[in-house]
Protein backbone atom coordinates (compact mmCIF):
# COMPACT_ATOMS: atom_id res chain seq x y z
CA UNK A 1 0.00 0.00 0.00
CA UNK A 2 1.61 3.45 -0.93
CA UNK A 3 2.05 5.87 1.44
CA UNK A 4 -1.20 8.16 1.67
CA UNK A 5 -2.37 10.91 3.70
CA UNK A 6 -4.96 13.05 2.19
CA UNK A 7 -8.51 11.53 1.91
CA UNK A 8 -11.11 11.97 -0.27
CA UNK A 9 -14.13 14.08 0.95
CA UNK A 10 -17.33 12.89 -0.93
CA UNK A 11 -18.95 15.49 -3.29
CA UNK A 12 -22.79 16.84 -2.90
CA UNK A 13 -23.57 13.95 -0.18
CA UNK A 14 -26.93 15.66 0.30
CA UNK A 15 -27.67 15.50 -2.89
CA UNK A 16 -27.25 12.05 -3.63
CA UNK A 17 -29.02 10.74 -1.04
CA UNK A 18 -31.94 13.24 -1.71
CA UNK A 19 -31.98 11.75 -5.41
CA UNK A 20 -31.11 8.45 -4.55
CA UNK A 21 -33.88 8.20 -1.80
CA UNK A 22 -32.38 4.89 -0.14
CA UNK A 23 -34.96 3.32 2.27
CA UNK A 24 -36.10 -0.10 3.74
CA UNK A 25 -33.67 -3.05 2.99
CA UNK A 26 -33.47 -1.93 -0.42
CA UNK A 27 -29.98 -2.83 -2.41
CA UNK A 28 -27.53 -0.24 -3.58
CA UNK A 29 -24.81 -0.34 -6.20
CA UNK A 30 -21.93 1.94 -5.92
CA UNK A 31 -19.96 1.68 -9.27
CA UNK A 32 -17.05 3.48 -7.97
CA UNK A 33 -16.74 3.48 -4.76
CA UNK A 34 -13.56 4.40 -3.94
CA UNK A 35 -13.02 5.68 -0.33
CA UNK A 36 -16.07 4.70 0.52
CA UNK A 37 -17.38 7.98 1.48
CA UNK A 38 -20.48 7.97 -0.34
CA UNK A 39 -21.27 4.24 0.82
CA UNK A 40 -20.48 5.33 4.14
CA UNK A 41 -22.77 7.77 4.22
CA UNK A 42 -25.96 6.10 2.37
CA UNK A 43 -25.25 3.29 4.95
CA UNK A 44 -25.63 5.76 7.91
CA UNK A 45 -28.39 7.38 6.68
CA UNK A 46 -30.81 3.84 5.14
CA UNK A 47 -29.98 1.85 8.50
CA UNK A 48 -31.46 -1.43 6.67
CA UNK A 49 -29.62 -1.32 3.30
CA UNK A 50 -27.29 -3.54 1.61
CA UNK A 51 -24.23 -1.76 -0.56
CA UNK A 52 -22.79 -3.83 -3.36
CA UNK A 53 -19.14 -1.15 -3.81
CA UNK A 54 -17.33 -2.03 -6.85
CA UNK A 55 -14.08 -0.31 -8.29
CA UNK A 56 -10.74 -1.12 -10.49
CA UNK A 57 -8.59 0.30 -8.21
CA UNK A 58 -7.32 -2.59 -5.72
CA UNK A 59 -5.84 0.68 -3.58
CA UNK A 60 -8.42 2.52 -2.87
CA UNK A 61 -11.06 -0.83 -2.19
CA UNK A 62 -8.69 -0.86 0.67
CA UNK A 63 -9.05 2.11 2.13
CA UNK A 64 -13.11 1.68 1.73
CA UNK A 65 -12.99 -1.89 3.50
CA UNK A 66 -11.01 -0.51 6.50
CA UNK A 67 -13.74 2.45 6.27
CA UNK A 68 -16.76 0.44 5.86
CA UNK A 69 -15.85 -2.39 8.24
CA UNK A 70 -18.24 -1.30 11.28
CA UNK A 71 -21.11 -2.17 8.79
CA UNK A 72 -20.52 -6.14 8.50
CA UNK A 73 -22.25 -8.00 6.04
CA UNK A 74 -24.15 -5.21 4.84
CA UNK A 75 -21.55 -3.97 2.48
CA UNK A 76 -19.73 -5.88 -0.29
CA UNK A 77 -16.68 -4.86 -1.87
CA UNK A 78 -15.24 -6.38 -5.52
CA UNK A 79 -12.41 -5.03 -7.73
CA UNK A 80 -14.07 -4.88 -10.89
CA UNK A 81 -15.28 -2.37 -13.75
CA UNK A 82 -18.40 -1.23 -13.41
CA UNK A 83 -19.23 -2.27 -17.13
CA UNK A 84 -19.28 -5.94 -15.93
CA UNK A 85 -21.57 -4.91 -12.76
CA UNK A 86 -24.28 -7.10 -14.60
CA UNK A 87 -22.70 -10.25 -14.43
CA UNK A 88 -21.54 -9.01 -10.63
CA UNK A 89 -25.16 -8.86 -9.83
CA UNK A 90 -26.30 -12.40 -11.21
CA UNK A 91 -23.26 -14.22 -9.87
CA UNK A 92 -24.55 -12.77 -6.41
CA UNK A 93 -28.04 -14.14 -7.54
CA UNK A 94 -29.27 -10.39 -7.26
CA UNK A 95 -32.28 -9.85 -10.21
CA UNK A 96 -32.31 -5.87 -9.47
CA UNK A 97 -31.07 -2.76 -7.52
CA UNK A 98 -33.28 -0.17 -5.74
CA UNK A 99 -30.32 2.09 -6.68
CA UNK A 100 -26.79 2.75 -8.35
CA UNK A 101 -24.71 5.54 -7.84
CA UNK A 102 -21.59 6.67 -10.02
CA UNK A 103 -19.03 9.39 -8.76
CA UNK A 104 -16.51 9.44 -11.88
CA UNK A 105 -13.27 11.13 -12.59
CA UNK A 106 -10.52 10.76 -9.72
CA UNK A 107 -10.08 10.10 -6.32
CA UNK A 108 -8.17 12.13 -4.09
CA UNK A 109 -6.06 9.18 -3.24
CA UNK A 110 -5.20 8.80 -6.94
CA UNK A 111 -4.30 12.49 -7.20
CA UNK A 112 -2.40 12.70 -3.60
CA UNK A 113 -1.22 9.10 -3.31
CA UNK A 114 2.33 8.28 -4.54
CA UNK A 115 3.72 7.24 -8.08
CA UNK A 116 0.52 7.23 -9.23
CA UNK A 117 0.88 9.54 -12.41
CA UNK A 118 -2.40 11.50 -11.77
CA UNK A 119 -0.78 14.53 -10.71
CA UNK A 120 1.01 17.93 -12.44
CA UNK A 121 2.11 18.75 -9.64
CA UNK A 122 5.19 17.01 -8.72
CA UNK A 123 7.37 14.19 -10.35
CA UNK A 124 6.04 10.80 -10.68
CA UNK A 125 6.32 7.71 -13.28
CA UNK A 126 3.65 8.74 -16.22
CA UNK A 127 1.31 5.73 -15.03
CA UNK A 128 -2.80 7.44 -15.22
CA UNK A 129 -4.01 3.63 -14.49
CA UNK A 130 -7.37 3.20 -12.46
CA UNK A 131 -6.70 -0.44 -12.72
CA UNK A 132 -3.28 -1.55 -12.03
CA UNK A 133 -3.27 -4.71 -13.52
CA UNK A 134 -4.32 -2.71 -17.13
CA UNK A 135 -1.21 -2.85 -19.58
CA UNK A 136 -1.69 0.35 -21.09
CA UNK A 137 -0.17 3.35 -19.16
CA UNK A 138 0.47 6.80 -19.73
CA UNK A 139 4.26 6.78 -20.67
CA UNK A 140 3.20 3.69 -23.65
CA UNK A 141 0.52 6.41 -25.00
CA UNK A 142 2.79 9.50 -24.96
CA UNK A 143 5.86 7.38 -26.66
CA UNK A 144 3.92 5.43 -28.98
CA UNK A 145 1.13 6.70 -30.29
CA UNK A 146 1.55 8.97 -33.26
CA UNK A 147 1.02 12.42 -33.63
CA UNK A 148 -1.96 12.92 -35.18
CA UNK A 149 -3.68 10.28 -32.68
CA UNK A 150 -2.30 12.68 -30.30
CA UNK A 151 -3.34 15.51 -31.26
CA UNK A 152 -6.55 14.19 -31.74
CA UNK A 153 -6.99 12.40 -28.07
CA UNK A 154 -5.96 16.11 -26.65
CA UNK A 155 -8.43 18.23 -28.73
CA UNK A 156 -11.44 15.43 -28.41
CA UNK A 157 -10.58 14.16 -24.43
CA UNK A 158 -8.73 17.55 -23.16
CA UNK A 159 -11.22 19.56 -24.93
CA UNK A 160 -8.21 21.57 -25.76
CA UNK A 161 -9.67 23.32 -29.26
CA UNK A 162 -7.28 25.52 -30.07
CA UNK A 163 -3.67 23.77 -29.10
CA UNK A 164 -4.25 20.31 -29.33
CA UNK A 165 -1.58 19.82 -32.87
CA UNK A 166 0.80 22.25 -31.14
CA UNK A 167 0.96 20.20 -28.15
CA UNK A 168 1.03 17.07 -29.87
CA UNK A 169 4.18 18.24 -32.08
CA UNK A 170 6.40 18.93 -29.00
CA UNK A 171 5.14 15.59 -27.22
CA UNK A 172 6.67 14.05 -30.31
CA UNK A 173 9.44 15.87 -30.31
CA UNK A 174 10.66 15.58 -26.56
CA UNK A 175 10.21 11.76 -26.35
CA UNK A 176 11.00 9.71 -24.48
CA UNK A 177 8.58 10.73 -21.84
CA UNK A 178 9.25 9.66 -18.53
CA UNK A 179 7.29 11.33 -15.94
CA UNK A 180 4.79 13.73 -15.03
CA UNK A 181 6.96 16.87 -14.96
CA UNK A 182 8.35 15.71 -18.42
CA UNK A 183 4.84 16.28 -19.91
CA UNK A 184 4.13 19.27 -18.24
CA UNK A 185 7.12 20.38 -19.78
CA UNK A 186 6.59 19.62 -22.58
CA UNK A 187 2.88 21.35 -22.64
CA UNK A 188 4.43 24.32 -21.00
CA UNK A 189 6.96 25.03 -23.98
CA UNK A 190 3.89 24.10 -26.75
CA UNK A 191 1.36 27.06 -25.07
CA UNK A 192 2.43 30.87 -26.10
CA UNK A 193 3.25 32.09 -22.86
CA UNK A 194 0.44 34.74 -22.97
CA UNK A 195 -1.85 31.36 -22.70
CA UNK A 196 -0.36 30.13 -19.54
CA UNK A 197 -1.15 33.35 -17.59
CA UNK A 198 -4.12 33.34 -18.65
CA UNK A 199 -5.81 30.32 -17.85
CA UNK A 200 -7.46 30.15 -14.72
CA UNK A 201 -6.68 26.50 -14.21
CA UNK A 202 -3.06 24.49 -14.22
CA UNK A 203 -2.06 24.95 -17.77
CA UNK A 204 -1.73 21.21 -18.37
CA UNK A 205 -4.83 20.01 -16.77
CA UNK A 206 -6.49 19.44 -20.28
CA UNK A 207 -3.53 17.30 -21.60
CA UNK A 208 -3.44 15.17 -18.38
CA UNK A 209 -7.05 14.91 -18.65
CA UNK A 210 -7.26 13.81 -22.02
CA UNK A 211 -4.49 11.13 -21.62
CA UNK A 212 -6.13 9.94 -18.36
CA UNK A 213 -9.26 9.70 -20.25
CA UNK A 214 -8.11 7.60 -23.31
CA UNK A 215 -5.68 5.38 -20.45
CA UNK A 216 -8.84 4.14 -18.75
CA UNK A 217 -11.26 4.02 -21.49
CA UNK A 218 -13.50 5.85 -19.10
CA UNK A 219 -16.39 7.85 -22.08
CA UNK A 220 -16.60 4.37 -23.92
CA UNK A 221 -16.76 2.35 -20.44
CA UNK A 222 -18.91 4.53 -19.18
CA UNK A 223 -21.60 4.62 -22.10
CA UNK A 224 -21.40 0.90 -22.05
CA UNK A 225 -22.72 0.91 -18.16
CA UNK A 226 -25.93 3.51 -19.03
CA UNK A 227 -26.77 1.04 -21.71
CA UNK A 228 -27.14 -1.27 -19.07
CA UNK A 229 -28.62 0.49 -16.33
CA UNK A 230 -32.05 0.64 -17.04
CA UNK A 231 -32.58 -3.25 -16.76
CA UNK A 232 -29.66 -3.46 -13.64
CA UNK A 233 -32.73 -1.52 -11.67
CA UNK A 234 -36.00 -2.22 -10.27
CA UNK A 235 -38.68 -0.25 -10.82
CA UNK A 236 -38.69 2.77 -9.09
CA UNK A 237 -35.21 2.60 -8.52
CA UNK A 238 -33.00 5.44 -9.29
CA UNK A 239 -30.01 6.26 -10.82
CA UNK A 240 -27.31 9.16 -9.37
CA UNK A 241 -24.08 9.93 -11.69
CA UNK A 242 -21.55 12.70 -10.57
CA UNK A 243 -19.80 13.79 -13.42
CA UNK A 244 -16.74 16.42 -13.87
CA UNK A 245 -16.61 17.60 -17.24
CA UNK A 246 -18.76 18.60 -20.06
CA UNK A 247 -17.67 15.11 -22.22
CA UNK A 248 -18.76 12.66 -19.47
CA UNK A 249 -22.20 15.03 -18.05
CA UNK A 250 -23.19 14.78 -21.80
CA UNK A 251 -23.26 11.02 -22.27
CA UNK A 252 -25.08 10.57 -18.97
CA UNK A 253 -27.89 13.72 -20.08
CA UNK A 254 -28.11 11.53 -23.62
CA UNK A 255 -28.43 7.99 -21.93
CA UNK A 256 -30.84 9.25 -19.81
CA UNK A 257 -33.28 11.20 -22.98
CA UNK A 258 -33.45 7.69 -25.19
CA UNK A 259 -33.65 5.31 -22.31
CA UNK A 260 -36.97 3.28 -22.44
CA UNK A 261 -37.17 2.88 -19.01
CA UNK A 262 -35.60 5.60 -17.29
CA UNK A 263 -36.99 8.95 -16.67
CA UNK A 264 -35.03 11.85 -15.95
CA UNK A 265 -35.06 13.73 -11.95
CA UNK A 266 -32.95 16.44 -12.88
CA UNK A 267 -33.82 19.12 -15.75
CA UNK A 268 -30.68 20.38 -15.61
CA UNK A 269 -27.17 19.34 -13.38
CA UNK A 270 -27.31 20.04 -10.10
CA UNK A 271 -24.34 21.79 -8.93
CA UNK A 272 -22.63 21.94 -5.44
CA UNK A 273 -23.54 24.22 -3.19
CA UNK A 274 -21.60 27.54 -2.89
CA UNK A 275 -20.46 26.61 0.79
CA UNK A 276 -19.46 23.29 -0.35
CA UNK A 277 -16.96 24.74 -2.70
CA UNK A 278 -15.78 26.84 -0.43
CA UNK A 279 -15.23 23.87 2.15
CA UNK A 280 -13.68 21.48 -0.66
CA UNK A 281 -12.85 23.47 -3.32
CA UNK A 282 -12.39 19.64 -5.59
CA UNK A 283 -16.42 20.12 -5.65
CA UNK A 284 -16.45 22.88 -7.90
CA UNK A 285 -17.03 21.15 -11.44
CA UNK A 286 -19.32 18.72 -10.12
CA UNK A 287 -22.77 17.79 -12.05
CA UNK A 288 -25.10 15.52 -10.88
CA UNK A 289 -27.83 13.90 -12.95
CA UNK A 290 -30.53 11.13 -11.40
CA UNK A 291 -33.26 9.32 -13.10
CA UNK A 292 -36.08 6.81 -12.10
CA UNK A 293 -36.48 3.45 -13.54
CA UNK A 294 -40.39 3.19 -14.82
CA UNK A 295 -41.87 0.79 -16.73
CA UNK A 296 -41.92 0.84 -20.95
CA UNK A 297 -44.33 2.48 -21.64
CA UNK A 298 -45.70 3.77 -18.62
CA UNK A 299 -45.47 7.33 -17.44
CA UNK A 300 -42.32 9.24 -18.10
CA UNK A 301 -43.66 12.45 -16.25
CA UNK A 302 -40.30 13.67 -14.13
CA UNK A 303 -42.77 15.68 -11.81
CA UNK A 304 -43.93 12.31 -9.89
CA UNK A 305 -40.27 11.29 -9.41
CA UNK A 306 -38.72 14.60 -7.98
CA UNK A 307 -37.96 14.51 -4.27
Known amino acids: MRRYTHYHIPVMVKEVIEFLNPKGDGIILDCTVGEGGHAKAILDFCKGCRLIGIDVDSEVLEIADRKLSEYGDRVSLFKASYTDADFLLKTLGIDGVDGILMDLGVSTYQLKGENRGFTFEKEEPLDMRMDLESEL ?171
Do not use: C, W
Not at 179 to 204: N, Q
Open 137 to 307: TAQRVLNELPEEELARIIFEYGEEKRYARRIARKIVESRPLNTTLDLVRAVAEALPPEEIRRRKRHFATRTFQAIRIYVNRELENLKVFLEKAEDLLKPGGRIVVIAFHSLEDRIVKEAFKKSRKLVALTEKPVRPSESEVRENPRSRSARLRAAMRVEEGGDRSASEGKT
